[in-house]
């Protein structure tokens, strides 16, 4: 089982970005379970989303406590939430951020891990540029099918044709293809 | 034909399978997507001969539900918490007026304090109103359960709640199997009312019983309820036979055959519960789950056969007796009359509390080595009911009690669990 | 004329004395058009006799003439809701019921949305012509039924709900209600103290209140004037959506009053302007009953018990002056009088 946790905040497409992952998945012959932790239903506040992939029935209903991957829309929760609490050392983290990740000041936190899994990209501008909405969900998950080689980059393309009507699709899908080539261009030269 | 969505739409999709006639809701979180799903299909057009109607408050939607389901039409609400509370009056009285309304709850807690998050107390709330209450481990089976609860409500001619985890499954996206039409056609046949408000035959519904007839009148819902007994079996056999899957039933067993310790719950957590009992089956012990899917009728005769054989029982709830415990222990306690083995009751998930499966594994563990209370409130934070029962007993005016600890806790954003 | 001896076919009766040019409300020897539905041998007694309600009760005479009135505009197609309340307890102990028609019970403050519920059910089985009343009484309308009330006004569905009004929580022992006049007494509202029985300043307006919601139809009615209740509930029925009825109808056990002067009281509550009649379409008020005798409030008020502490030695005449304002308001506000 492979295990997504999403962090960000209300309005970015958090729950929408877990959701289509498990669409994906699923696109793919694969279980998938995606769903939210709710706070409040308020636009701004920090929310959570998450979602398993496995080849078999996933029967787990605990929030995502050990993540395989983390996904981080807003770097401002960086220091509000405990956002890397029970990411394994062998984990995946995407960060959305013009920044990388020593700009962040997270150089010496992301030293224990494998350089090779981290990846920042900015995300926001992909969208605002190909969509024209600062919703970084879809470059993000591209770039995590980059990074992890999880799902395909056909079936993240497959999965957004399947959720948003054409016109939004077909942005959403060029947006997707810059994050995988930049997601994927990093993790070649495992620059951070 | 399967698909990957969320669940309140799976049970949207299945609702309109049963082609209902009436529907009427208010909207209540975490219910409102699956009103919203079928609401949209019929202005749209994709769900036809269906009057969707907004209702005022829920007493208003099962108020139009019963008059809607007296002139004969198939009808249909959703509501959880606070919603079912405010329509009590008018759910026993759908019961007690034999209506065949099929109702989802998407179970959330009951206020004060004001919780959006899922346990079970709102339908436990209503578990002697006389509905049938039918709890989905899945989001596959909530929406098996709704086509099962029609064609049960309908040959009994008694209401049935289909509950439903809030959040945990009403809003996760899972892969499920959406039956075709002709299928659910074959398996549910058109509504034919026992009763009928019809011109051409008019009765009168409702009348005043008093202390000569009521008992009588009770007995038969009663014997109703346990007519259900067999009656679910059945037609999960039938549903298990046409649509390829087994859903619904009285109970499910899960490695019990040898089980020394039994777990007993309802609903979505039996799936975190299956993966701990694997993983400590893979370490030697003899240990197994069931899942009771039929709350009411309670399904004693079966639920003592399963539990016989064991050494302990553990019922995990996500509820509350206040004062007193374990409401599914009591049932549970029924079906054991006479036998002697250590029962445990367990309160966990209240208010959405997460049941994990770390602390799942240490609760077993302890279980198993008769290290439980008689009742355990799961992952409580004892260091916070201490310093709030100590500041009680320091002076009068403390302040409301919930709004103290959250200020003890600190901020709930920071916290992943 | 009869010959003696001779036995009659059942469509003939021996005609006793009526005065032609009457509209008393039995009179058979007016035109067709003009006759009461009550003087129709083939009225459908919907509510039929049997029932338990009290010597002299307005809301049985009310509820009676209402619906076979409906019946008889419907082509006999009719499905009644009905709230907990007198009328609803008098009319079915159990195993009894005095309904010839399809009635159904549910809860005190819900008939409204039932009949919402059932009108929807005919809709989409397809039975267009069979239509819906509810009814309740103030109680069940005004307070405990208000909800669901506006709800159904709101949508618009298809229903007309009766109101009868007899001012108080009767059927439980008489308790005070919204529709409770000033200075009646009431369990609630006993008369004693600075201020005996109802307060002024409270009680709401429904008949306003269903107009505010801009509904198809609304009037008042009394069982003063069957021949204008049956009218207004005909007229009511051939619309459709949302309608309501508000009828007054005396209560002597309640009020304190004699059986014999239900209709006398109801009369004189009109003829004060203490209840105004008219008629309202789409928030506009289309007609009203003028007043043919003004009476002074008193009249009214001294034959019910429960105004009695009004009266006496020491008339609290403080008290009446505001009823008699009150009533003179209504007179303007509705244009009563020429």
Same mark, same amino acid.
């Given at each position: ?35 939210? %932790? ?119 393309? $497959? ?7 054409? @016109?939004?699709?077909? $942005? ?21 | ?12 999709? #299945? ?52 008059? #809607? ?11 959880? %918490? ?18 065949? /309304? ?44 709704? /086509?099962? @609860? ?48 019809? =011109? ?74 299956? +993966? ?65 083995? $250590?029962? &445990? ?52 005016? !403390? ?19 | ?67 076979? @009135? ?23 102990? &159990?195993?009894?019921? %005095? ?33 819906? *009343? ?8 005004? +307070? ?19 109101? &009868? ?22 369990? !609630? ?12 300043? !409270? ?32 007229? #009511? ?12 109808? =005396? ?30 379409? +789409?928030?506009?008020? !289309? ?7 003004? @009476?002074? *409030? ?14 006496? =030695? ?23 009088? +020429?």
């Amino acid at each position: 089982m492979f295990q997504v946790r999403i962090h960000g905040r209300g309005g970015q497409g958090v729950v929408s970005g877990a959701e289509l992952l498990s669409v994906a998945a699923f696109i793919e012959g694969r279980y998938a379970q995606a769903f939210p %932790s709710f706070g409040s239903e308020r636009m701004g506040a920090p929310v959570m989303a998450f979602c398993r992939i496995d080849v078999r029935e996933i029967r787990l209903r605990e929030p995502v406590m050990a993540p395989d991957a983390l996904i981080i829309q807003d770097p401002t929760l960086l220091h509000q939430v405990d956002l890397f609490n029970g990411l394994i050392k062998t984990g995946f983290i995407l960060l959305n951020s013009t920044r990388s990740f020593s700009e962040l000041g997270l150089e010496a936190f992301v030293a224990s891990f494998r350089r090779e899994r981290l990846c920042t990209l900015p995300a926001t501008e992909i969208a605002l540029k190909h969509v024209g909405r600062p919703v970084p969900n879809v470059p993000l998950l591209a770039a995590f099918a980059a990074i992890t080689g999880q799902i395909r980059q056909e079936s993240v393309i $497959k999965a957004i044709r399947e959720k948003f009507p054409s @016109a939004i699709a077909e $942005k959403n899908v060029a947006a997707a293809a810059e994050a995988f080539e930049f997601a994927r261009k990093r993790s070649e030269t495992a620059d951070a | 034909m399967l698909k990957q969505t969320e669940g309140s739409h799976a049970v949207a999709e #299945a609702i309109a399978l049963c082609r209902p006639q009436v529907i009427c809701a208010y909207p209540i979180t975490p219910q409102t997507h699956i009103v919203e799903g079928v609401g949209e299909m019929v202005k749209d057009g994709t769900l036809v001969n269906c009057e969707f109607i907004n209702v005022e408050s829920e007493f208003a939607a099962m108020s139009v539900a019963i008059g #809607a389901s007296a002139a004969g039409a198939r009808t249909y609400t959703a509501t959880s %918490s606070q919603g079912l509370l405010f329509m009590a009056e008018a759910v026993y009285n759908a019961a007690g007026l034999g209506l065949p /309304i099929v109702m989802t709850i998407g179970n959330r807690a009951i206020g004060a304090p004001i919780n959006i998050w899922n346990d079970h107390s709102d339908s436990m709330s209503m578990r002697d109103a006389g509905w049938i209450q039918l709890f989905a481990v899945t989001n596959q089976e909530a929406l098996d359960l709704h /086509i099962q @609860a029609f064609r049960l409500a309908e040959e009994l001619s008694c209401p049935v709640m289909v509950c439903m985890d809030g959040f945990i499954l009403t809003h996760a996206y899972d892969r499920v199997d959406i039956p075709g039409q002709a299928d659910v056609d074959a398996y549910l046949p058109p509504f034919q009312p026992r009763q009928i408000l019809d =011109p051409a035959d008019p009765v009168t519904i409702g009348a005043l019983v008093g202390p000569e007839a009521f008992t009588e009148v009770r007995y038969l819902g009663h014997h109703k309820q346990l007519r259900a007994l067999s009656l679910i079996p059945k037609l999960a056999s039938e549903f298990a036979t046409r649509f390829g899957r087994d859903s619904g039933g009285l109970i499910r067993e899960y490695r019990t055959e040898d089980a020394e310790t039994i777990v007993v719950a309802l609903g979505s957590v039996i799936g975190t519960v299956q +993966d701990v009992v694997d993983e400590l089956r893979e370490s030697g012990e003899r240990i197994g789950a069931i899942s009771i899917c039929s709350f009411r009728p309670f399904p004693v005769a079966v639920l003592r056969e399963a539990l016989q054989a064991a050494k302990r029982v553990v019922v995990l709830e996500k509820c509350l007796a206040v004062g007193l415990g374990g409401i599914v222990s009591d049932g549970v306690r029924k079906s054991l009359s006479g036998i002697q083995l $250590k029962g &445990y009751t367990v309160i966990a998930g209240l208010g959405g509390r997460a049941i994990t499966v770390t602390s799942l594994r240490q609760l077993f563990r302890d279980a198993i080595a008769d290290e439980l209370e008689q009742v355990t409130f799961l992952d409580l934070n004892a260091e916070v009911v201490s310093h709030e029962l100590e500041r009680e007993a320091q002076a009068r005016r !403390t302040g409301p009690t919930a709004e103290a600890i959250l200020r003890r806790m600190g901020t709930v954003a920071s916290q992943i669990g | 004329m009869i010959e003696p001896g001779r036995t009659m076919p059942y469509s003939m009766q021996e005609v006793k004395f009526y005065q032609t040019g009457t509209f008393t409300v039995g009179n058979r020897l007016l035109d067709e058009t003009e006759r009461a539905v009550q003087a129709n041998m083939q009225r459908t007694n919907s509510l039929n006799s049997g029932h338990r309600a009290c010597q002299g009760c307005g809301e049985a005479l009310g509820a009676r003439y209402a619906i076979d @009135a409906a019946m008889r505009a419907t082509n006999n197609q009719i499905i009644a809701v009905n709230a907990t309340g007198c009328l609803e307890v008098f009319s079915t102990p &159990y195993p009894e019921s %005095s309904w010839q028609i399809p009635w159904i019970h549910s809860l005190f403050g819900n008939a409204a949305a039932v009949a919402s519920g059932v009108a929807a059910a005919l809709r989409v089985t397809g039975h267009t012509n069979t239509r819906v *009343v509810a009814q309740g009484g103030d109680g069940g309308t005004t +307070d405990i039924g208000f909800g669901c009330l506006s709800g159904m006004f709101e949508r618009n569905d298809d229903v007309l709900y009766i109101c &009868y009004d007899n001012e108080a929580y009767m059927n439980t022992g008489v308790q005070r209600s919204s529709a409770t006049p000033p200075t009646a007494r009431t369990a !609630t509202t006993m008369a004693v103290g600075k201020e005996p029985g109802n307060v002024f300043g !409270t009680g709401k307006n429904v008949p306003l209140i269903a107009m505010a919601h801009f509904i198809p139809y609304v009037a008042t009615a009394s069982v003063a004037n069957l021949h204008d209740l049956e009218f207004k509930v005909t007229k #009511a029925m051939s619309m459709h959506g949302a309608r309501y009825i508000h009828i007054h109808v =005396p209560c002597p056990l309640g009020w304190g009053s004699a059986p014999a002067d239900t209709i006398k009281l109801a009369r004189l509550a009109v003829e004060t302007g203490l209840f105004p009649l008219f008629e309202a379409e +789409d928030g506009e008020i !289309t007609g009203r009953t003028k007043i043919r005798r003004k @009476a002074p *409030v008193e009249d009214y008020l001294k034959l019910q018990k429960r105004f009695s502490h009004l009266f006496g =030695p020491k008339p609290d005449d403080a008290r009446l002056a505001r009823i008699q304002a009150n009533a003179d308001r209504n007179i303007a506000k509705f244009g009563l009088l +020429d």
